[in-house]
């Protein structure tokens, strides 16, 4: 190791001299309580800089359908009483809350009916604090362990308060020289159990095919009715799953490198995802960033069939239109919280090209108003427009009486909230989640007037099937 610094800050820091990937320092850290890695596994691009590890938090808050407390504001009051400016040449996330607000959490944000039937019993939300993590530049090829004061390490409030290893006390320097010693250890394997007896996997719907079309249709009619512009329907699939939860990540990372890779182990259930899509980022200075994703093609078996759809997917009009909307809903959603004339589109319906599919993506930026925080953008925007449709409310009310199933982490948020004020989340796409040896995944799309409903189905299909491959994929 090498490189201690001192700096008159609540905070040790630690940089690594030989650094394990960040799948592999998880892997070393699984037995503390709630690990949680937020891992830009597409590396070599725009969003792809940043990875963080972290686990063990200090306070918990949950939030279920019958809870009364808000957890979003619990979070909030917790990093403005520990709020620390950024200490230079670190990656942004320097401790704080992370964790995820599921997709139902917007039921606490608006009037939305409850969804027709709810499986899973996942909490709706779960932030923890965090007062140490384990940071990768990957562009500079390095990594820190950076670990707060043990003054941030209170049991105080929070609906779980502390739930942890007993380390409540130690000192910064204590704690952050365990967690190096880990990061330096044997990586823990986990043994994986056979899957499906060797068979392929089956993956069953919520919807069969003449439903979901038939759900497209009923989606068309309140367009054509004035009801909405669009909305964002979407199936659930499901499997048997016997093996261990992070195997499963590994292999998801690996079919589908993604931006936003994120694998959280809570009480009795487990979160991989391979999300390629930002929510909202806020940095330091208060400036803004959503990038929505709207229109999606496969990639193409040789390179001619994907240049050719690719140059379909740009020249398509539907899906322009459906990626413009959804830009003019997050323009509306930012102006809440951010400095009048702020709010701009730099980027409007470009080219993302990942391992499974191409998509369009748009960036709308903005500068938060004086004394607004990540939080405040958080509870303007969520949950993303790109999943809910538009207008929003009235999206989400249709959706609620549409899909069979609630949603849970799908279409919510995962990512974190620093002490230094800046943000980063993930909508919560390509997104599973493993529990009592099942797993189950939601794909969706934008349904506008002129939406072909098979051809709707069949792009559920085409995003669901690099999730499909993982749960084949060698470990």
Not at 42 to 66: E, F, K, M, N
Not at 196 to 210: I, L
Not at 228 to 240: H, K, V
Not at 251 to 279: H, I, K
């Amino acid at each position: 190791m090498s490189g201690r610094v001192e700096i008159p800050l609540p905070a040790l820091i630690e940089e690594l001299a030989n650094p394990p990937s960040p799948a592999d320092a998880c892997a070393r850290l699984l037995d503390l309580p709630y690990p949680l890695l937020l891992e830009s596994s597409a590396r070599g691009t725009a969003l792809g800089r940043y990875s963080y590890l972290t686990a063990d938090p200090s306070q918990v808050w949950t939030s279920r359908p019958s809870d009364t407390g808000d957890v979003l504001q619990q979070a909030a009051d917790y990093l403005a009483s520990h709020r620390a400016e950024p200490i230079p040449g670190l990656p942004p996330f320097q401790g704080g809350v992370a964790g995820f607000l599921g997709y139902e959490f917007g039921r606490r944000l608006e009037q939305i009916p409850a969804p027709r039937a709810d499986d899973l019993h996942l909490p709706d939300a779960w932030l923890g604090a965090y007062d140490w993590v384990v940071s990768w530049d990957h562009e500079q090829g390095r990594a820190w362990v950076v670990t707060l004061d043990p003054g941030l390490r209170r049991g105080d409030g929070g609906t779980a308060g502390r739930r942890g290893s007993g380390e409540a006390g130690k000192s910064s320097e204590g704690r952050n020289q365990d967690i190096v010693r880990r990061l330096e250890g044997a990586t823990h394997i986990t043994a994986t159990l056979a899957n499906h007896d060797g068979a392929a996997p089956e993956f069953p719907s919520g919807f069969t095919r003449d439903e979901y079309l038939q759900a497209v249709e009923r989606v068309r009619e309140y367009i054509l009715a004035g009801d909405i512009f669009q909305a964002n329907l979407s199936q659930r699939f499901e499997t048997a799953w016997l093996g261990d939860s992070f195997d499963f990540y590994r292999r998801l990372a690996s079919v589908n490198p993604a931006p936003f890779a994120a694998y959280f182990r809570g009480d009795g259930f487990a979160v991989a995802s391979a999300s390629p899509e930002r929510f909202l980022q806020v940095d330091t200075g208060g400036h803004v960033e959503t990038r929505p994703i709207k229109g999606t093609r496969p990639r193409g078996a040789t390179p001619d069939e994907d240049r050719r759809l690719a140059a379909a997917l740009l020249s398509s009009e539907k899906d322009r239109a459906e990626n413009v909307m959804i830009v003019d809903l997050l323009r509306n959603d930012l102006s809440k919280v951010c400095q009048p004339g702020s709010v701009e589109v730099p980027a409007l319906c470009a080219l993302q090209s990942h391992p499974t599919v191409h998509h369009l993506e748009s960036i709308v930026t903005g500068r938060l108003e004086e004394g607004r925080t990540a939080a405040d953008l958080l509870r303007a925007a969520f949950p993303g427009g790109s999943i809910t449709g538009a207008p929003k409310v009235r999206a989400m009310e249709i959706l609620a009486e549409l899909e069979p199933v609630a949603r849970g982490v799908y279409c919510g948020a995962i990512g974190w909230l620093s002490v230094t004020g800046a943000m980063d989340t993930s909508i919560a796409i390509r997104t599973v989640t493993l529990q009592d040896g099942h797993a189950c995944f939601h794909a969706g799309g934008g349904i506008v007037a002129d939406s072909d409903p098979a051809l709707e189905y069949q792009e559920t299909l085409d995003k669901a099937g690099g999730i499909r491959r993982a749960f084949a994929a060698a470990p």
